[in-house]
């Protein structure tokens, strides 16, 4: 028998991280114990798991979730029969042509390569709840619930290289210490472990970035779920500068809004909390109006917030050498991005898989860490970077939008007018551009890939050169009122937040 198959595997927290994790490392024949914090999901349904499901674990359980293309690939080939599940539990795959402009649906045709850009979208507790029941039966993943970790077991070796040797962790009122020859940390951002590391001389660094919004998801149901609303030419998702907003079909008739808002937006932030003011912001968008009308379903929630969203980036390694062996952090433990994206979950997957073959390809400590967290920066460092690049440039648009005295300049309104002008229409108004935009944004490309593509960048071009007037029926209808109507039909004062700017 192989004695890697042997090691003693521990993975802290049950999470997507600690799921994703678990069921890679058993799928090569790896038993593994899993300590999560939380009680098991209810048996009955996912509307039981998303009605009572306690998971204090996961502040962000009950906001909108889908998992994007790139980990839809890894389930479809990896679990086809956890894909059965899912979708027999009423999560909803969700292919390209189905986001496709309506414009460009008349003349769609498909082409190899298509069936990968599939979404899969459910609310994240029936997500969680399928997956964490088809792990259960797995015969070599065992959960230890109600295991609140307290600290972790370290040592250095000969050469006085930090080691990891397990955790201690209270269950039913009692302490102990769990014994592992490998740590997995998968109890995301509120992790203490690495804190504990350093604490013990680890000297993990850190870069961070704030995404600059906070996020705002209510629920609602269909009362017929055979009779949704018809797509109109106006987008499920969209951004007016002062707030973004997305429709997230779910399971079994249910869906959510999430409205994300500047951080700077603090007469916004304040009042859209308030469910009336959630409902009446959602009926001045014409892309998810027609879905939370009265008419068409009712709300399933109150409003979850979600604020301190943070973008970071963990660094293990030094100079190519581990800071700890036999310690391996994923998901939000040791990568967190702005969930606006969607591609945490995403980020974990992939990851899990790494792990999965890093632990497989070789036995030496040293070389597991270096090849982990090597995969980790090829497979995922591009898109993080685009990602806080992205939110940087949205937080100073915001702020700039609040600035009475901010007058663009010759660059800026460049910039604005190539994205505006130039992209927006190029790619509404062109499948190929669209597919391979679409294969960037989930992750089965590299960032910007098509961006770098010299036919791609001619079409845009083409596209900009033609100008508004020619290009007008390929940019797409209002998306909803300004910011001074908006705040103002809800309330709020659209001059508080420049007043308050002027004075600082």
């Known amino acids: ?57 996961v502040g962000h359980l009950r906001h909108s979730h889908a998992f994007l293309a790139r980990l839809h690939i890894l389930i479809r080939d990896n679990y086809p029969d956890l894909m059965e599940e899912l979708l027999a539990a009423g999560c909803r795959e969700l292919k390209f ?26 609310r994240r507790t029936t997500l969680e709840f399928i997956m964490r029941r088809y792990a259960g039966r797995q015969q070599n993943i065992r959960f230890e619930t109600g295991a609140l970790v307290r600290g972790i077991l370290t040592e250095k070796d ?9 955790v201690t962790a209270e269950q039913n009122g009692e302490t102990r210490d769990w014994l592992a020859d490998i740590v997995v940390d998968a109890a995301g951002k509120n992790s203490q472990m690495i804190e504990w590391l350093n604490e013990a001389g680890a000297d993990i660094t850190e870069e961070t970035e704030r995404a600059g919004i906070l ?4 629920h609602y149901r269909l009362h017929d779920p055979k009779n949704e609303p018809a797509r109109t030419k106006i987008p ?63 709300p399933q929630s109150r409003v979850f917030g979600m604020g301190e969203l943070i973008s970071r980036w963990r660094h293990m390694t030094k100079n190519g050498e581990a800071r700890v062996l036999n310690f391996f952090p994923i998901g939000d433990s040791v990568i967190r991005t702005n969930p606006l994206y969607g591609r945490g979950c995403s980020f974990a997957g992939v990851a899990a898989e790494a792990l999965a ?37 949205a937080t100073r648009r915001a702020k700039n939008a609040l600035d009475p005295n901010y007058k663009p300049g010759v660059k800026a309104r460049l910039f604005k007018s190539f994205a505006e002008d130039a ?82």
Request: one cysteine or more; proline letters at 7%.
């Open 1 to 57: 028998m192989n004695a890697r198959l042997n090691e003693r595997i521990l993975v802290v927290g049950g999470g997507i991280a600690g799921l994703w994790t678990a069921l890679a490392l058993a799928r090569k024949g790896r038993e593994l114990t899993v300590l999560e914090r939380d009680p098991p999901p209810p048996e009955a349904s996912a509307d039981e798991a998303f009605e009572s499901w306690e998971r204090k674990g």
């Open 97 to 122: 042509a189905d986001g496709l402009p309506l414009t460009l649906q008349e003349n769609y045709k498909p082409v190899p390569g298509d069936q990968d850009m599939t979404i899969l979208t459910s």
């Open 158 to 166: 000969a050469a006085g290289q930090l080691r990891v040797t397990g």
């Open 215 to 218: 996020y705002f998801t209510r």
């Open 236 to 298: 499920g998702a969209g951004d007016l500068g002062f707030i973004k907003y997305g429709l997230f079909p779910a399971d079994n008739g249910c869906f959510s809004i999430t409205l994300a808002v500047p951080e700077i937006e603090m007469e916004l932030r304040r009042g859209i909390v308030r469910p009336e003011n959630f409902d009446k912001i959602c009926a001045q968008l014409p892309g998810v109006a027609a879905w939370t009308a009265p008419e068409t379903s009712e």
């Open 357 to 393: 073959e890093t632990l497989d390809s070789t036995d030496d400590a040293r070389e597991r860490a270096r090849l982990y967290h090597a995969q980790l920066a090829k497979e995922l460092r591009q898109h993080y970077d685009d990602m806080v690049k992205q939110d940087l440039a």
């Open 423 to 504: 992209i927006l229409p190029a790619v509404r108004g062109d499948v190929d551009l669209m597919r391979a935009f679409m294969r960037s944004f989930h992750m089965v490309d590299a960032p910007n890939t098509w961006a770098r593509d010299p036919r791609n960048v001619s079409k845009v071009l083409r596209t900009w050169a033609r100008g508004k007037k020619r290009n007008a029926g390929l940019y797409p209808p209002k998306l909803g009122p300004g910011r001074t109507e908006m705040l103002t039909s809800i309330g709020l004062s659209p001059t508080a937040d420049k007043e308050r700017m002027q004075s600082a």
